[in-house]
């Protein structure tokens, strides 16, 4: 009868920490689940907007060739969609008081700490903001890597907000209403360079 007892206890022993295990378990794996949720959704989220700006870096060359648009310029740069901040950096590097703007709160604490590392977190901010709620106007310099979907309403934004004398870099697709005073580069890499007042 002993025996009997003690086999059973054991039996609701093993049973009670099988469920303590299983519920353990689940709880490590819904709470990945949920941390892998909460890290995607800014990355997936832009293809739900009015307009969708999708992140993609800049490469080497454009970050070059728009370097080169801005050679003799100088003083306050905007970076609108400031991604990762690698244009933000390289025109702190080159000189400029560089800012970007970003909706993507991941992007910008990435950019924040690319600044840091790099040493220039007194030459760069960068902004968590929605770019048709962010007013220009301060800028001398404005650097856009835009979809082909917005340059319409964009221009008109530049048009409204950008103060004479400003010079204005847009990469992957011209503003469609306006002569570029220069064009560096070809194919993806290629920038159009214009200038306030847009003509």
């Given at each position: 009868m002993m025996e009997q007892e003690l086999m059973q206890s054991i039996s609701v022993g093993k049973e009670a920490t099988s469920k303590t295990t299983a519920l353990v378990l689940a709880g490590i794996t819904g709470g990945i689940g949920l941390a892998i949720t909460a890290v995607?959704?800014?990355?997936?989220?832009?293809?739900?907007?009015?307009?969708?700006?999708?992140?993609?870096?800049?490469?080497?060359?454009?970050?070059?060739?728009?370097?080169?648009?801005?050679?003799?310029?100088?003083?306050?740069?905007?970076?609108i969609g400031s991604g990762d901040g690698r244009i933000v950096v390289a025109a702190a590097k080159a000189g400029f008081q560089a800012?970007?703007?970003?909706?993507?709160r991941w992007l910008v604490y990435y950019s924040r700490i690319f600044a840091l590392a790099q040493?220039?977190?007194?030459?760069?901010?960068?902004f968590k903001k929605n770019l048709w709620k962010f007013?220009?106007?301060?800028?001398?310099?404005?650097?856009?890597?835009?979809?082909e979907e917005m340059m319409d309403e964009l221009q008109?934004?530049?048009?409204?907000?950008?103060?004479?004398?400003?010079?204005?870099?847009?990469?992957?697709?011209?503003?469609?209403?306006?002569?570029?005073?220069?064009?560096?580069?070809?194919?993806?890499?290629a920038v159009w360079?214009?200038?306030?007042?847009?003509k």
């Open positions: 995607c959704i800014p990355f997936v989220a832009p293809g739900f907007r009015r307009i969708c700006l999708p992140y993609v870096p800049a490469t080497t060359e454009q970050v070059k060739n728009i370097l080169q648009a801005l050679k003799g310029r100088s003083g306050s740069l905007i970076d800012h970007g703007v970003e909706l993507n040493g220039l977190s007194s030459k760069t901010y960068f007013n220009l106007n301060k800028y001398d310099n404005v650097v856009i890597f835009g979809v008109e934004k530049f048009k409204s907000e950008l103060k004479p004398n400003c010079s204005i870099v847009v990469c992957r697709f011209p503003l469609p209403n306006y002569k570029p005073i220069v064009i560096i580069g070809e194919g993806v890499d360079v214009y200038e306030t007042p847009l």
